[in-house]
């Protein structure tokens, strides 16, 4: 009965810890991250997602996510109203972590405002 309840303690902490890795297939969509810049206690970054420039913000990260394309899928999509943009789209990096960002702003220019 002891090795029992052993094994189960060893083993829980490492089923609890062990997440499921994302499927790159379900990662379907690419942004283009054009900027990055870290404020505060959140990144702010400006990216092209399906011909559309986006500013994407998360209160996640400490430090400014490199340029470049990743991998990603909508978390989010908005509620019905058609002038509204709800979006949270997840990125998927090379080491197989994923983080979230919402959409925070829409259209062209944004990575010179973005720095302000």
């Given at each position: ?36 810049f ?70 062209t ?8």
């Amino acid at each position: 009965m002891r090795s029992v309840a052993l094994a189960v303690l060893l083993f829980t902490p490492s089923a609890i810890f062990a997440a499921t890795k994302p499927n790159p297939a379900d990662y379907n969509l690419t942004v283009h991250v054009q900027c990055s810049f870290t404020r505060g206690t959140g990144e702010r970054l400006v990216a092209t997602v399906d011909g559309k420039q986006l500013e994407l913000t998360t209160f996640t990260a400490i430090l400014p996510l490199a340029l470049g394309d990743y991998k990603a899928r909508v978390e989010e999509k908005s509620g019905g109203k058609s002038f509204e943009i709800d979006q949270t789209y997840e990125l998927l990096f090379p080491n197989g972590q994923v983080r979230s960002f919402t959409v925070s702003g829409v259209g062209t220019g944004l990575c010179s405002s973005a720095a302000d």
